[in-house]
């Protein structure tokens, strides 16, 4: 009798060197996931990086709020001349992205490909630690999604069509707190 094999949870992992963050999404990155994700890109910021690579090979799925929140960093880290970069992206994942737009916003690459110029991650890989973010009330959590949504409707029109119902509650939750 063969035991199923344990899954991780869904996380994000992190690590920092040499002007470089990378950041590991493990399991499927949704909203719950978008504050710890949130929270790693600042970290980087904070500690100097030029380059901030998001690492998705062991991310399994994603939803409307989590790209939302990419955009809204690689927007952002624009500001800060910083670069956000995508790797090891499934076909699955590309899709999703080119979907809403995101692939006009942002420097992505399939798996077993990797940016010109990148080194040599492996230091970084085993550094990755989980990132535990602060919990979020639901106040901060409706903030949260509504922003990943703006942002969303900001990249591409026809986005704001797709989720004006869910915009919609997001401002009729925010005012309830």
Same mark, same amino acid.
């Given at each position: 009798?063969?035991?199923?094999?344990?899954?991780?949870?869904?996380?994000?992992?992190?690590?920092?060197?040499?002007?470089?963050?990378?950041?590991? @999404?493990?399991?499927?990155?949704?909203?719950?996931?978008?504050?710890?994700?949130?929270?790693?890109?600042?970290?980087?910021?904070?500690?100097?990086?030029?380059? @901030?690579?998001? $690492?998705?090979?062991?991310?399994?799925? +994603?939803?409307?709020?989590? +790209?939302?929140?990419?955009?809204?960093?690689?927007?952002?880290?624009?500001?800060?001349?910083?670069?956000?970069?995508?790797?090891?992206?499934?076909?699955?994942?590309?899709?999703?992205?080119?979907?809403?737009?995101?692939? %006009?916003?942002?420097?992505?690459?399939?798996?077993?490909?990797?940016?010109?110029?990148?080194? *040599?991650?492996?230091?970084?890989?085993?550094?990755? %630690?989980? @990132?535990?973010?602060?919990?979020? $009330?639901?106040?901060?959590?409706?903030?949260?999604?509504? *922003?990943?949504?703006?942002?969303?409707?900001?990249?591409?029109?026809?986005?704001?069509? %797709?989720?004006?119902? @869910?915009?919609?509650?997001?401002?009729?939750?925010?005012?309830?707190?």
């Amino acid at each position: 009798m063969n035991a199923a094999a344990p899954t991780s949870p869904n996380q994000i992992l992190a690590a920092t060197a040499d002007n470089c963050t990378l950041v590991a @999404v493990d399991g499927a990155a949704t909203f719950k996931l978008a504050a710890a994700f949130k929270q790693a890109v600042q970290a980087a910021r904070l500690a100097g990086s030029a380059l @901030v690579v998001v $690492d998705l090979a062991g991310c399994r799925s +994603m939803d409307s709020t989590f +790209m939302g929140a990419i955009a809204g960093l690689a927007f952002a880290l624009r500001k800060d001349d910083v670069r956000l970069t995508l790797i090891n992206l499934s076909p699955h994942a590309a899709g999703l992205l080119k979907g809403l737009g995101l692939n %006009r916003v942002l420097k992505t690459y399939a798996a077993a490909e990797l940016p010109p110029g990148l080194g *040599d991650l492996s230091l970084l890989v085993k550094s990755l %630690r989980p @990132v535990e973010a602060e919990p979020t $009330d639901n106040h901060e959590l409706a903030a949260l999604m509504y *922003d990943a949504h703006e942002t969303l409707a900001r990249v591409d029109p026809q986005n704001l069509q %797709r989720f004006k119902d @869910v915009l919609a509650f997001l401002r009729e939750d925010l005012k309830r707190f």
